[in-house]
């Protein structure tokens, strides 16, 4: 017995010494950090310079056999030599500036970014009250800080999850639980919503268990809106057809187009009808902090609950999207239950004063993510977002001023927040859907611009969506001159051709 007693021991001292590489001591720590902040430095560089383009289509994108995981250790330096190479120079940047696609999105701030790595390096357990106060404390008052900017009264109560999808999903239980749906039930109710919502939402009534709800998406007007009117005579239909209306998804600023809604007119409406109003304000929702664009959210506060993306409109990295609910109860109910709290029994893990995340979401461990908003807020202070945001809008609108001068560009929607869609003129007996097509690939595939297309109307679009912080007048500009520019070619090569 004491024999192998001593053999355990020695055994355990054994593994001791071998695991003792987990405490990386302060010397390989500064080491670490020093070469982390110099390829930062390095990528910093490059994305603020002009020529480095956002499209980096290196073949060191894909992995190799040595990049296998395996028994072995690699020496840190070459391992984020590595990474650095495959992630930086290999595909799209979307922190840089000339990256106009998709809505820009994850391009942090290095205060957002310190926010990322604090609390992985402090373990910071944000999920119950009495593990972590400060950082559960500090969560809500970001969610409060949201929803002061849309109106809420006290008594809403959110969560910060991972992003606009997550956000969405958990809003569709609440709206499901509060209207007491029920499972044989689900094929007769009804969403709503336009053409232009977000699938996120499809994808939400999916995984709350509601895939054979209807989806109805009334038509919309010139502007790519919602209309109240329509949306009244499809609910008044469906009500005459014994189908049950519960939800309505209204956007400020849809990702293709950037179109807003007329919150107050389909506030009117689910008044009217008893019906939920969700607001998917994932990419539109910041420039609330805008006077320009205030008219925009008016009756705002008039709806059930809401999703913000701060890793689109407040410049955080990636993972970052908020939900407030109203009626912070009903959030509650949906995700918490007696279980839960059975799980931390025997100790007083909950504040009566202060919600915790894990009585307010889907998820019970999770990272602080507050920390990579609270950081940047805290540091620049709301007002230079304002401006950043303010900037953003303006620079939209001097693109579609300055595109609509030229004569050569049809723009059929004006900018409602930074979104721009447009498409050049064809010469005569082209095909104007090939040809921007092609100006599309033209402009993608030298790498200086990246932007994606719009189909609208059954037509091919191109768009540019402004949203990286370092996107500024410089970079418009040279979008401008090269769009023109390289119009200008392909004009000339299919007049050449037809000669
Ligand atoms: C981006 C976006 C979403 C989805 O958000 P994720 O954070 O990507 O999950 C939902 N709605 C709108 C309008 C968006 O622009």
Redesign the pocket.
């Known amino acids: 017995m004491a024999g192998a007693n001593h053999n355990l021991r020695q055994r355990l001292a054994d593994l001791k010494t071998k695991t003792s590489v987990l405490e990386v001591q302060e010397v390989d720590r500064d080491a670490m950090t020093k070469k982390t902040v110099q390829l930062i430095n390095a990528y910093d560089d490059n994305v603020t310079k002009l020529t480095y383009g956002p499209i980096k289509m290196l073949d060191k994108g894909s992995l190799e056999t040595r990049d296998d995981i395996s028994e072995n250790p690699v020496d840190f330096d070459s391992v984020m030599q590595d990474l650095n190479d495959r992630l930086v120079r290999a595909g799209v940047i979307p922190g840089h500036p000339m990256f106009l696609g998709f809505?820009p999105?994850g391009h942090g701030t290095y205060p957002a970014a310190l926010g990322g790595f604090l609390p992985a390096a402090f373990t910071t357990y944000s999920v119950v009250h009495l593990e972590s106060p400060a950082a559960v404390q500090m969560e809500n008052r970001l969610i409060k800080w949201v929803a002061d900017l849309f109106g809420y009264p006290a008594g809403h109560a959110g969560n910060i999850s991972?992003?606009?999808?997550?956000?969405?999903l958990t809003a569709l239980a609440v709206a499901r639980d509060s209207r007491e749906l029920k499972a044989a039930d689900f094929h007769r109710c009804v969403v709503y919503c336009s053409e232009f919502t977000?699938y996120?939402v499809q994808k939400g009534l999916r995984a709350v268990g509601m895939r054979e709800a209807i989806m109805k998406t009334p038509p919309v007007d010139k502007e790519l809106k919602m209309t109240a009117a329509a949306l009244e005579r499809q609910i008044n239909d469906d009500k005459k057809a014994g189908l049950l209306p519960f939800l309505v998804v209204a956007?400020v600023?849809?990702?293709l187009t950037g179109s807003v809604d007329p919150l107050n007119d389909i506030a009117d409406v689910c008044d009217r009808h008893q019906l939920w109003l969700h607001v998917?304000?994932?990419?539109?929702g910041f420039f609330a902090l805008c006077d320009e664009v205030k008219q925009l959210f008016v009756g705002v506060e008039r709806s059930d609950s809401i999703?913000v993306?701060p890793?689109?409109g407040l410049f955080l990295p990636?993972g970052v999207?908020v939900l407030v609910v109203k009626d912070g109860k009903k959030l509650q109910e949906c995700c918490f239950s007696e279980q839960t709290s059975s799980v931390f029994k025997g100790m007083q893990f909950f504040s009566a004063d202060h919600l915790s995340p894990c009585e307010l979401s889907f998820e019970l461990t999770r990272s602080f993510r507050g920390a990579q908003m609270w950081l940047p807020l805290k540091m620049f202070g709301v007002g230079v977002f304002r401006a950043a945001l303010e900037e953003k809008l303006l620079l939209a609108r001097y693109f579609y001023g300055k595109l609509k001068e030229t004569g050569e560009f049809e723009l059929p929607l004006e900018p409602e927040v930074s979104v721009v869609v447009f498409r050049a003129t064809a010469p005569p007996g082209v095909d104007i859907n090939n040809f921007n097509q092609q100006l599309l690939n033209d402009l993608v595939s030298d790498g200086k611009i990246f932007m994606t297309p719009a189909e609208l109307y059954g037509q091919f679009y191109l768009r540019v969506c402004v949203l990286c912080f370092r996107t500024h007048i410089e970079h418009i500009e040279l979008c401008l001159a090269l769009i023109r520019e390289k119009r200008g070619h392909l004009w000339g090569s299919f007049q050449s051709n037809a000669l």
Request: proline share 0%.
């Open positions: 809505i999105s991972s992003g606009g999808s997550l956000a969405t977000h996120a956007t600023g849809t990702t998917d304000a994932a990419y539109g999703v993306n890793h689109k990636s999207g």
